[in-house]
């Protein structure tokens, strides 16, 4: 039986979009871009009008995502840091609390090079379950995402949005409750290259 604890504690999912500021959503007010799933998790969900980082920059808003610390007290001060070993993160912490950690995407967090690469099992901040890469920005019709053998990338087929979220989803299938999921993007950071479908939609569409 499980402990009634279980039944008590929420099952999280966090979806990290890379450069998605609020001006390129509809549901922020944006008539000119489409945006239905987002739209409609946005209106079963809260919507905050007013948010704040403290660095609007890749890595180091990661950093302080996972650590709950300023950029200043853990050093991670702009792209290619990676976070300290003597940091405690937001990870270790669920794990403590019998939670069931994953991670998908992009990390950004390791340190160099900044490639598209495996993350050591050492620089993935406590997460038990995690299928990444380190960083790039290049073709997203040519995305890679290792899990626990460096030598051999999982496949991507299609657009890497689509590939990451299948995968993303057969983490979901696999996780025991309560878990935390964090789901990061690599688009719409550019270069923008949608598929052809997406592409027509807006072809003739004023975009600001």
């Not at 099952?11 to 000119?32: E, H, K, V």
């Not at 609390?97 to 995407?105: I, L």
């Amino acid at each position: 039986m499980k402990d009634d604890m279980d039944t008590q504690r929420p099952n999280l999912i966090f979806i990290l979009p890379d450069q998605c500021g609020a001006t390129a959503l509809r549901c922020y007010g944006n008539s000119d871009v489409r945006t239905p799933n987002l739209d409609r998790l946005a209106q079963e969900s809260v919507v905050f009008d007013r948010a704040y980082t403290a660095s609007p920059v890749c890595t180091p808003f990661r950093g302080t995502l996972f650590t709950g610390r300023y950029p200043t007290q853990t050093g991670v001060l702009k792209n290619g840091y990676r976070i300290p070993h003597e940091e405690v993160t937001l990870a270790e912490l669920f794990n403590r609390g019998g939670y069931h950690t994953a991670y998908v995407g992009k990390w950004h967090l390791s340190g160099p090079p900044g490639a598209n690469r495996w993350i050591p099992a050492q620089e993935r901040a406590g997460f038990e379950t995690f299928i990444g890469w380190e960083s790039h920005h290049v073709d997203h019709w040519k995305g890679r995402i290792w899990a626990d053998d460096p030598d051999h990338p999982l496949p991507m087929p299609g657009h890497e949005t689509d590939a990451l979220t299948d995968i993303a989803l057969g983490v979901l299938e696999r996780l025991e409750s309560p878990f935390c999921l964090f789901i990061a993007y690599q688009s719409p950071h550019p270069p923008c290259e949608p598929p052809q479908a997406f592409r027509e939609f807006y072809q003739d569409r004023p975009l600001q």
